[in-house]
């Protein structure tokens, strides 16, 4: 299983310094920045072309009516099995990452520890994580509006009095 580990490193560092404005242009605008290609377009989404050296050099945006909402991008192969050898290159792979990342930007603001872990970077205009899924390795670039939403219910507690 492969990892494609200073392609990420340069996504995550493309994405703080890109001047987001979270419409749909900004898909050509970062894809150009970076020498990928917008393949396909839908309603909702879009597929970026990488370049990646993984098995799926793919990148897939999420649109809605308010614009880009997210931009996941593979930087691993993606496994067709779950075993011990392709966990194990997944956790190497999000350790390297992570290090070079935090050596470049500094701690995490954001780490979720567990089956899946998570580390994000709040950023002026957009949050970056990184995520060691099951089968692959993610880099997810969002739109810090799209991500205050999604937040909202872990802030929020209620308590119900009977």
């Known amino acids: 299983m ?6 990420a490193v340069k996504i995550v560092r493309a994405a703080a310094g890109f001047d987001w404005s979270w419409a749909v242009a900004d898909l050509e605008r970062f894809s150009e920045t970076l020498d990928w290609e917008v393949s396909e ?4 989404g879009a597929t970026l072309d990488t370049g ?3 098995n799926w050099p793919k990148a897939n945006a999420i649109i809605d009516a308010a614009g880009v909402r997210e ?3 593979w930087v691993s192969d993606i496994a067709e099995t779950l075993d011990d050898i392709v966990s194990c ?3 190497d792979g999000f350790e390297e990452i992570h290090a070079q990342l935090v050596e470049y930007f500094g701690p995490p603001s954001r780490e979720v520890i567990g089956e899946v872990p998570r580390s994000g970077w709040q950023f002026p205009n957009v949050v970056v ?3 060691a899924g099951l089968k692959a390795l993610e880099v997810s670039i969002v739109n ?5 939403r999604l937040d909202i219910p872990e802030q929020t507690t209620r308590i119900w009095k009977f």
């Open 52 to 54: 990646l050296h993984v």
């Open 71 to 73: 931009i996941t991008v």
């Open 89 to 91: 290159a997944i956790a």
């Open 2 to 7: 492969r990892a494609d580990i200073d392609a």
């Open 144 to 148: 810090p509006d799209h991500q205050r």
């Open 129 to 131: 994580f990184l995520t």
């Open 41 to 44: 377009r839908r309603p909702r």
